[in-house]
């Protein structure tokens, strides 16, 4: 049997190269504040690959995806083991734009830092008089650029955006950043109405793009999973204050409330951090994992 080793590694996922194809591995690593954390939050992959595959074959008819199965079966003989099952992802290479495609669709986080200081987020003006986590008028694209792992992101406004793919893609700079913004807001827009008729907000997301063999956008990476989103409940939802959220903001909380730590969470925080990565995925898919 052929071993592989990932060509990749990011905090959670692993990239593994399998010829024509590639193999996504979301671990069930956690990260928070940029350090990965000793603890297992087991089953964490499997609900981060399961809602992506949930959420690209509901957008199929917006824009194509990189994913070909979530079946090992479907994968080369090393990936039938145990650690690989319901984690991993079989995906068409893409060569990825090197853009990060957020959507705001309510003012939370670093938007609601900006806006208070100037009435803008990345450069956009907002209507006066907006309180914390309220939903905007229209959801909005703050693109930023994709920094190498040790970076930061910077954020960058479309017009930006449009010169910086120029740069790398010549005579298809303002075509692909039209694309890409295009395309985040029409996916936001219909998985954000779906979400709410299953009692979930989504504050806001980050989709990824690359262009496949025929140089056609389509979208890549993960989609809509609660390391890449904010969802909120809804039924706690309430303009003003920062929401409760179903992701890993538990985990942050208890960090930054036990600073002196190891980077180790007791038991039972990730026992709740789980439940809320699972409570999150049953609504929004209506299935058991």
């Known amino acids: 049997m052929k071993e592989y080793s990932p060509v990749k590694e990011g905090k959670v996922r692993e990239i593994y190269d399998v010829g024509d194809n590639l193999i996504l591995v979301a671990t069930d690593r956690i990260s928070c504040f940029d350090v990965i954390l000793h603890n297992i939050v087991t089953k964490k992959g499997t609900v981060l690959t399961q809602m992506s595959k949930f959420w690209f074959d509901f957008t199929k008819d917006i824009v194509k995806n990189h994913m070909i199965s979530v079946d090992v079966k479907d994968m080369p003989e090393y990936f039938r083991q145990d650690k690989f099952n319901g984690n991993s992802m079989l995906c068409k290479k893409l060569t990825m734009l090197p853009v990060e495609c957020i959507v705001r669709g309510y003012i939370t986080g670093s938007g609601w830092k900006s806006y208070q200081e100037n009435q803008t987020v990345c450069g956009i003006k907002l209507p006066a008089g907006l ?78 793009f690359g262009l496949d063999e025929n140089g056609e956008v389509v979208v890549g990476d993960e989609m809509l999973t609660p390391d890449s989103s904010r969802f ?30 190891d980077w180790t969470l007791p038991q039972d925080v990730v026992d709740k951090t789980i439940s809320i990565y699972l409570e999150g995925y049953e609504k929004l898919t209506g299935r058991k994992l």
């Open 131 to 208: 309180k914390e986590s309220e939903k905007l008028p229209e959801p909005i694209y703050t693109p930023s650029t994709k920094a190498e792992i040790g970076d930061h992101d910077e954020n960058i406004s479309y017009e930006q955006s449009v010169d910086y793919l120029e740069k790398r893609f010549p005579g298809k700079g303002k075509e692909y950043a039209t694309k890409l913004r295009d395309i985040s807001i029409a996916l936001y827009k219909k998985c954000a109405e779906y979400a709410l008729t299953k009692g979930i907000i989504i504050a806001d997301t980050k989709f990824e």
């Open 232 to 261: 909120w409940p809804l039924d706690q939802y309430e303009v003003g204050h920062g929401e409760p959220s179903y992701d890993k903001q538990f985990a942050r909380d208890w960090l930054k409330a036990n600073p002196h730590d």
